[in-house]
């Protein structure tokens, strides 16, 4: 690989990572307005049928491009490529058509499943999303195996803007127009679909673009292919393998979310609970789900940032910078997360009364933020196996994390209400982390815990921890307003606790520091703070 080849990759893939965290953002942010203006009840409505979305388009906008991507690049000859790509868009068709047929066939099924016949609505609208999902692989597929990320980057915020405008106009009609919550959950699980029928645009338009500049040198499938294409059965399958392990790994928390779909609110009925008090408790149950998602941004933006050059490593058996990237990886990662975690759990009673009201279910949600630790430790070591193209593993240890959580969730949430579904998925996902750390070299798990970075770690976040809860406790109960701007502030107060105690303890090397979006300042600053002692 050339050094301008290189160049554009690794800036296609920061492109790629900015986009993603963009949407990522949207996707968290504009659900604590639309709970504001359609409660609870509106709100669980809504977040039944969320993860049936969230993993259509997981499909659509990241494993099934990734594939195409992966075929476009391996098939040697044009003339094969064009007629594999062809078939593979068949393949795809016949995808989105399971889903499409699968969505208006078993909506009655999937929402009697739930415990709610009137959710049927929202999955027959969720089930049109397979007909733009070979739209949106093959489009996204065909740009990434061209190394050009900014048609990809783009269709991806524009759905999310298009999904999310739409979802917060409906949530404003409905409030006027006095909706039912099942007709307005209907209507703004729409935005998904004009959303992805905006990325497709944005796709086509491009495409278009790109094909007036540079004319086909030959037409599409003409002449001898030199090697075999792969039969519809063979992509049938490698499809459903290999793309259905990409999706257990991009959308693990959706398919926990999708378990407590079909067991909370039914278990909680089913315990003695009427329906109306199930579907308040699990609405408030889902308000984690967004600030579970801004807490794993920066982890994830630094797993994306270091997994090039992990698998550059790896490629160039560099054994001592792979192993030495690896461990950065994984404690800035566990570090970040952590910090995140404990500063949320403590700022919960502000957090929760600011952005939603009331305190209501605080302490279920103050459980449901130790995922945030747990799946950055998880992406973390599987990116290690990954770049060591040992995929394998990873997919085995999710699926071992999706069964205990589905194993024990009904169990959990009869004995204690949506806590037990929080401690339940913090279970599952403990399992699958033990199973992937397990899987990484001795060696790499030795470098994790040398130098006591377990216990600097634990210093670090129980003196940050404190203060912040501190703060909070003699903060006392005030209005929305005024929970915000604390919650703020006492954000601020931790950070600068966090950095200091991080610098006194050592917890990070310098190598690591600088690896941080803000590394280069924070070494000086902490300088300067030595300097004056």
Known sequence: MNAAHSKRLMR???ILSVAGLIAKLLSAVYRVPYQNLVGNTGFYVYQQIYPLYGIIMTMALTAGPVFVAKVAVTTPDLVTRQRTLKRLAGVLAIWGGVVFIGGFAGAGIIASWMGDARLAPLVRVVGCMGLTLPLLAMGRGYFQAQYSMTETAWSQVVEQVVRVGVILTVAVIAVHASWSHYLTGTWAMTGGVLGALAAAAVLA??????????????????????????SWSHLMWQTFSEGGALVLYAAILLILQLVDSFTVAKSLVESGMTMSAAENLKGIYDRGQPMVQLGLVVATALTQSLLPPLSGAHQQHADHTFTRTGTVLVHLSVAVSLLATVGLCAEMPLLNRGLFGDTDGTLVLQVYMLIIAVTAAINACASILQSQDLVRVPTIAILAGVLVKALV????????????????TVLGLGVTMMVIYLALDPLIRRRIWSGGFGWRLLVVAAGMGAVVWTGVTLTGTVGRVSAVIWAILWAIVGLIVAVALAAWTGLFTRREVLALPVGARILRMTKHLRKGE
């Not at 338009?205 to 294409?229: C, E, H, M, N, Y």
């Not at 009904?410 to 401690?423: C, E, I, K, L, M």
């Open 409 to 424: 969730n009904s169990y959990f949430v009869h004995h204690w209400q949506t806590a037990g579904a929080s401690w339940a």
């Open 12 to 14: 296609g893939a920061w």
């Open 205 to 230: 338009i491009s495409w278009l673009r790109q094909r007036a500049k540079r004319p086909r040198l030959t037409d599409f499938g003409a002449g001898q292919a030199r090697t075999q294409v792969p």
